[in-house]
């Protein structure tokens, strides 16, 4: 059963666009949505993380908008540059008994045209 | 700080064959969790320490697949025999913690450059 749903699978947008990518869980007991980055050849990378006690969060030109209810989450990208093109995973997981296991979205591989 | 550091970054073997996976976490950090990509599955958690202690490797497909800590600093990843559906890039990585004022605990996860294994 996958517990968290990401899309698009892949997008592409012109540079200094906005990039958005959407998830969505079914987990009512995840507490804490991170994304990743990965490059090619790499691994993923923390990019930003969001707890569900708030509605947004910005980092520079990366923004997380939560909405606990409709339980989806979505990252922007502000002012896309050609650098963004990466593949993108969410993530979430709970806090309880300790286990803090990250379950991981499918990815969404973002390309950005000069 | 060197990260985690994986070995080997590319594996070519026979079906058949044993394939043991080499990862040093960061020092200090203590659980270790190692992870299988592929593009149909994604990434999959196959099995995670703390402390060097297995605490669940339910995600570990099958016998043929078995992971040892041993202390802090190492961990293996063994596929034994190999099977060409066991072609994927396997990343380890550690976890580290850290608080926010009025936020409460956030932690991340530090990822290896990963292992392309390929099983012909």
């Known amino acids: 059963q996958q517990q968290v749903k990401q899309s698009p699978q892949s997008l592409i947008v012109q540079k200094g666009g906005i990039s958005i990518i959407n998830c969505a869980y079914e987990?009512?007991?995840?507490?804490?949505f991170p994304w990743y980055q990965q490059f090619p050849g790499k691994g993923p990378a923390l990019l930003i993380a969001?707890?569900?006690?708030?509605s947004e969060k910005k980092e520079g030109r990366f923004t997380i908008s939560f909405n606990k209810s409709a339980k989806q989450f979505s990252l922007h990208i502000m002012d896309s540059q050609p650098g963004d093109s990466a593949t993108y995973f969410c993530?979430?997981?709970?806090?309880?008994?300790?286990?803090?296991?990250?379950?991981f979205g499918k990815g969404t591989k973002l390309s950005v045209i000069p | 700080d060197a990260g985690v550091i994986q070995s080997p970054r590319h594996e070519v073997t026979e079906m058949g064959q044993e394939v043991t996976l080499r990862c040093k976490p960061i020092?200090?950090?203590?659980?270790l969790f190692w992870y299988r990509q592929t593009m149909m599955r994604g990434l999959e958690l196959l099995i995670y320490?703390?402390?060097?202690?297995?605490?669940?490797d339910s995600g570990m497909p099958e016998d043929r697949f078995s992971a040892k800590m041993p202390n802090a600093s190492f961990s293996t990843l063994k596929i034994q025999p190999s099977e060409p559906r066991d072609s994927a890039v396997y990343f380890c990585?550690?976890?580290?913690?850290?608080?926010?004022?009025?936020?409460?605990?956030?932690?991340?996860?530090?990822f290896g450059s990963g292992t392309r294994l390929t099983v012909v």
């Open positions: 990585a550690s976890r580290v913690y850290w608080g926010l004022p009025g936020q409460g605990l956030y932690y991340g996860y530090t």
């Open positions: 987990n009512t007991a995840f507490d804490y």
């Open positions: 969001i707890r569900p006690d708030v």
């Open positions: 993530a979430a997981s709970m806090s309880g008994a300790g286990s803090y296991q990250l379950t």
């Open positions: 020092s200090g950090h203590n659980s």
């Open positions: 320490f703390n402390n060097n202690v297995p605490i669940d």
